[in-house]
């Protein structure tokens, strides 16, 4: 046993804490002065994140997590955070969302196949917001998520990033049922880097530009302030061919249909910036002050569907494209004619035809065929902008019954806010009299947390002392809806004639609609780990955590990990956790366009608490449950570093949004004779609802190992995954009324996601050069486009998607000790992803709306992107 009187717990503070910047910031400081090949000397990897004791390396964790540092993140060509953290991590995934409602403006992301508000988001440590943006069209997994905006987040800003693949609600509260995010800031008080990066698709478009630069400034003589900036712009990308049914009016001689009238790809992104600042001051004494936060703000325009125009309900035809629908705008000057738009065999008349017979209306009546001709297709897309800042001190008191307790009291506020904009479209309603352009209104999610954080090591005969950490967490969560303007969500004078109301696509939120809804929660903890003998660590964290919406729940946890040898070490945990139905799920009120039947239509997405949602089978939200169980291997030698892990985590009364659910005529009455309002405008309904059980398993394998080769240092990094989910149980409906859940949400949550997935990493450095490449492993996965999706109920029509491999470059060239330039590609020989059949297969069309390739591609579907970027460092 170690002299436990020579072993000051303070001592061993400091010391793993200087270790730990030490370690942390060497890529902010040696990067700056050395030639590439000291920069690529092994340093021991020490996170912060998973334990409240003192940092640890990450082969001394009890449980797994990655490190990627500020280095690796600069090599990708992509400026997202979510995609350099996805190309790092295979248990990690994200995908492009190319026509997807609110997830336009920010995109989920999936850690172990759980969904994206199932990781919680740490900045330095402290809980990071929400977002305002709630997925509607999530992507099957994700529908109905909200989780935090990780991509305001610049490369440039981070030190490294610390991904804790294991539960841990009962260390961190809600949300961590998968695992924590952590991004580390840079903190350095000198030096700095500007970059300049250009690059686009091998298509020719999604060009992009950005610029970024950091610098570390002394906060007097004992601080730092580091700043960090990012601006960018990129272009949108198209993915697409003909829509089939505008495809045919263009062939029928229609001049007015557009090449492509529906656009498959990413989204435009206009004056995307952010700035980040971290900050901190020694007091003296052993006490500390800190400041950390952000603003961030972008543009983003994103596609939408395309509107028949003959058959698009409520705008062009209410028969299904017999006739058009034609508005009377003076009743006194007589009825109005019809408009067939059938022949006698059924066929679609040609243009010319339709045509003449619109242009020969009477001046009072009026249809949108004279409008829009070849259709229309909106554009859905808006304003996101994030703002944080967190205050906080610590330090350890000198004296009293305290004495020797490290302190950590922080206070954070964040805010989101999406502002929701609508053009090319129209409120059927007004007539002629419609603008086409529209604010169809806002959310706002803010939040407030208090914490006090302790921690003291108190002497109990073990080899090194106990770790005592116990603290309190305040919480005050909001969600606010603001009205749109007037014309997005006004009845007009055509209500009455069945025109449509509202900006079509995404009406505007009413008064009605808007206002403010908040929950309070309180928490408290306790987190003891022990290095009971010198190869034996045990952890166990409990925590309350008190809601004053559903109430309070407990969760534990247990961890340990075993050392066989100086090299070999085995690891395990046990966890239950929990994630809070957040404040937007239970209240916010929404339309959607969705797809049914071939056609496009209105869905109203109601609190689960609505009167329509309860005649469906809606509920009160409760919190989500889990139970995870992990074991692990762990080998750390001189120049190899290996782990395996596998994991097993169940969650009951997973939070989701149900199917799209018709209303029945049964179910109309009922409403009706409850004396429920305006029941016969809801075509489709949906609701958030805690409706199933999963259970996901799967094995983590991450290898490293470094050696000099090729007149340099190498480094090679392997990482694999394997998720596997499966719907262990699904709320039955009374008889009578339809499932919640539909069998194709639930062969989405089980086959969307690759279970295999795996990187190679190659690290080469010389004097004056340096080379990264990484090949990309994507194991087969359910294709998915939005009008074509397998499911149990029909045999012989799921698909398949083949697996992937891909390889990214970058080369880089140290011009001296300030100035580098790169050239580099993601995917440089351009793979393409699973491509759609033009051709019917098994009975089943699945490609009538433009797309090329499966939605759910975890590759994404743009292909090939090459890129220069220079860097000056000072």
């Known amino acids: 046993m170690k002299n436990q009187n020579n072993y000051h717990p303070v001592a061993r503070a400091v010391k793993f804490a200087l270790a730990a910047s030490l370690s942390l910031g060497i890529s902010a400081t040696?990067?700056?002065?050395?030639?590439?090949?000291?920069?690529?000397?092994?340093v021991e990897k020490i996170a912060v994140v998973g334990s409240r004791s003192a940092p640890r390396s990450i082969s001394d964790s009890p449980v797994p997590i990655d490190i990627i540092g500020g280095d690796e993140l600069s090599k990708n060509g992509s400026s997202d955070m979510l995609n350099m953290i996805s190309t790092s991590v295979p248990s990690l995934n994200v995908h492009a969302?190319?026509?997807s409602d609110a997830a336009t403006l920010v995109r989920p992301m999936n850690l172990r196949g759980l969904s994206s508000d199932s990781t919680l988001i740490l900045t330095n440590g402290k809980r990071r917001h929400k977002a305002s943006v709630i997925a509607f069209l999530g992507g099957g997994i994700n529908d109905g998520a909200q989780g935090a905006d990780v991509s305001v987040i610049p490369g440039i800003a981070i030190r490294q990033v610390e991904i804790l693949r294991d539960g841990a609600a009962a260390q961190y509260g809600s949300d961590a049922i998968a695992g924590v995010v952590n991004f580390q800031l840079k903190n350095a008080d000198s030096g700095g880097s500007f970059e300049v990066k250009h690059g686009e698709y091998y298509e020719g478009d999604g060009t992009g530009t950005e610029f970024a630069g950091n610098i570390g400034l002394p906060l007097t003589k004992d601080g730092f302030v580091n700043a960090s900036f990012q601006y960018k712009n990129a272009d949108?990308?198209?993915?697409?061919?003909?829509v089939a049914d505008a495809q045919s009016f263009a062939d029928a001689g229609n001049p007015a249909i557009a090449p492509l009238a529906q656009i498959w790809g990413s989204p435009k992104i206009k004056d995307d910036i952010s700035f980040f600042v971290n900050s901190g001051l020694d007091l003296g004494n052993g006490r500390e002050a800190y400041m950390f936060g952000n603003y961030s703000e972008r543009d983003i325009t994103g596609g939408f569907y395309w509107r028949n125009p003959y058959n698009r309900l409520s705008v062009f035809s209410n028969d299904g494209g017999e006739s058009l629908l034609i508005g009377n705008l003076d009743d006194t000057a007589g009825p109005c004619p019809a408009v067939t738009l059938k022949d006698a065999q059924g066929a679609n008349l040609d243009f010319a035809t339709v045509n003449q017979a619109v242009s020969a209306l009477p001046a009072h009546c009026f249809t949108f065929f004279s409008m829009f001709p070849g259709g229309f297709t909106p554009t859905f897309g808006g304003n996101v902008t994030d703002t944080a800042l967190a205050i906080g001190t610590k330090g350890e008191f000198k004296q009293g019954w305290l004495a020797d307790v490290l302190y950590d009291f922080t206070g954070s506020v964040g805010r989101n806010e999406s502002t929701y904009v609508m053009t090319n479209t129209i409120n059927a309603s007004l007539g002629p009299d419609t603008p086409t352009e529209f604010t169809p209104g806002k959310y706002i999610q803010l939040e407030k947390t208090f914490t006090a954080d302790f921690v003291k090591y108190v002497s109990a005969g073990l080899y090194e002392d106990l770790t005592v950490a116990f603290g309190a967490q305040w919480?005050?969560?909001?969600?606010?809806v603001v009205a749109g303007d007037v014309a997005s969500f006004i009845d007009g004078p055509l209500t009455s004639q069945g025109f449509g109301i509202g900006s079509n696509g995404f009406p505007g939120f009413k008064p009605e609609d808007g206002g403010v809804n908040s929950r309070r929660n309180y928490a408290v903890?306790?987190?003891?780990?022990?290095?009971i003998t010198e190869s034996f660590l045990a952890g166990l964290a409990l925590r309350y955590e008190d809601y004053d919406t559903f109430g309070d729940t407990i969760n534990y946890k247990l961890t340990g990990q075993f050392r066989l040898s100086d090299d070999w070490a085995?690891?395990?945990s046990h966890s239950t956790g929990f994630r809070a139905p957040t404040v937007g799920q239970a209240n916010v009120s929404n339309v959607q366009t969705s797809l049914a039947d071939g056609m496009l239509v209105d869905s109203a997405l109601l609190p689960p608490t609505n009167p329509i949602a309860i005649e469906l089978g809606g509920k009160e939200l409760t919190p989500e449950e889990s139970v995870s169980f992990a074991a692990g291997l762990v080998y750390s030698g001189a120049d190899f570093f290996m782990t395996l892990d596998y994991y097993n985590i169940k969650v009951d009364d997973r939070i989701t949004q149900s199917s799209k659910i018709t209303l029945s005529e049964a179910n109309k009455e009922a409403l009706k004779a409850a004396g429920v309002r305006n029941v016969d405008s809801f075509q489709q309904v949906s609701f958030f609802t805690n409706d199933f059980d999963t259970t996901t398993q799967g094995i983590d394998f991450v290898a490293s190992y470094s050696t000099d080769l090729f007149g340099g240092r190498s480094s090679f990094n392997f990482a694999y995954n394997w998720t596997d989910t499966n719907v262990d149980r699904v709320t039955v409906p009374p008889e009578g009324q339809p499932a919640i859940t539909g069998a194709d949400k639930i062969s989405r949550l089980e086959n969307d996601l690759p279970n295999h997935r795996a990187t190679l990493t190659w690290n080469q450095s010389w004097d004056d050069w340096s080379m990264f490449l990484r090949s990309n492993y994507y194991g087969e996965y359910q294709g998915v486009h939005v009008d074509w999706?397998?499911?149990?109920?029909?045999?012989?029509t799921e698909k398949n998607a083949s697996a992937k491999i891909t390889f990214d470059l970058e080369v880089s060239y140290y011009v001296n000790?300030?100035?580098?330039?790169?050239a580099g590609a993601q995917n440089i020989f351009d793979t393409k992803p699973e491509r759609l059949d033009f051709e019917q297969q098994s009975g089943v069309p699945n490609n009538n709306w433009g797309g090329k390739y499966y939605e759910t591609s975890p590759m994404g579907i743009n292909g090939g992107y090459y890129y220069l970027k220079g860097t000056y460092k000072f």
């Open 30 to 42: 040696v990067a700056a002065q050395e030639q590439p090949a000291a920069k690529e000397q092994a």
């Open 97 to 99: 969302n190319p026509i």
């Open 236 to 242: 949108p990308t198209s993915r697409s061919v003909q």
């Open 475 to 480: 919480t005050e969560e909001t969600f606010e």
């Open 525 to 531: 903890y306790t987190d003891l780990e022990a290095e």
């Open 570 to 572: 085995i690891r395990a």
């Open 789 to 796: 999706v397998g499911t149990p109920e029909e045999p012989g």
């Open 817 to 822: 000790d300030n100035f580098i330039v790169a």
